[in-house]
C-alpha cells in the first residue's frame, strides 16, 4: 500500500502533469506540421519533380520497376524510400525551429521578468532581535 501512496505523489506533482500536457500537445502538433508538410509544401515540390507523390519517390533494390507505387514496390522487395524520409526529415527540421522559437521566446520572457524584479528596491530588512534587545538596554541606562 505505501508504493501506490508514493506513486499517488508523484503522479501528482506540478512536473509530471506539466510533462502530461506537453506530451499531449505536442502529439497534436506534430499532426499540425505532418499536415502541413504533406499537404502545403510537399505538393510544390512534387510538382518541382514531375507531378509524382514526392513520398512515394525510391530506388529500386530487389529489381522492382520503377513505376510501381510504394506499397508495392516494398511488397516485392527491399526499396530505399528516400522520398519518405525527406518528407519526414522536413516535418522534424519545421518542428525543432518551432520549439526552438517557442523556448526562445520563453527565455526572453523570463529574462524580462528578471530584469523588472531586479530593478524593484528591495524592502528593508527587518532589523535583528538581538540589535532591538541591545537598544531596549540602552534606553533603560539612560533613564
Not at 504533406?38 to 519517390?57: E, H, T
Not at 527565455?107 to 530593478?119: A, D, G, I, K
Amino acid at each position: 500500500m505505501a508504493m501506490l501512496e508514493e506513486f499517488k505523489k508523484f503522479a501528482m506533482k506540478g512536473n509530471v502533469v506539466d510533462l502530461a500536457v506537453g506530451v499531449i500537445i505536442g502529439g497534436a502538433f506534430g499532426k499540425i506540421v505532418d499536415s502541413m508538410v504533406q499537404d502545403v509544401i510537399m505538393p510544390p515540390i512534387s510538382k518541382l519533380f514531375g507531378g509524382l507523390d514526392f513520398a512515394s519517390y525510391y530506388l529500386p533494390l530487389n529489381g522492382q520497376a520503377y513505376g510501381l507505387p510504394l506499397a508495392e514496390a516494398r511488397k516485392a522487395g527491399a526499396v530505399l524510400a528516400y522520398g519518405n524520409f525527406a518528407t519526414i526529415l522536413l516535418n522534424f527540421v519545421i518542428l525543432a525551429f518551432v520549439i526552438f522559437q517557442m523556448v526562445r521566446l520563453m527565455n526572453r520572457m523570463r529574462s524580462t521578468l528578471r530584469r523588472e524584479e531586479e530593478e524593484k528596491p528591495a524592502a528593508p530588512a527587518p532589523t535583528p532581535e538581538d540589535v532591538l534587545l541591545l537598544r531596549e538596554i540602552r534606553d533603560s541606562l539612560k533613564r
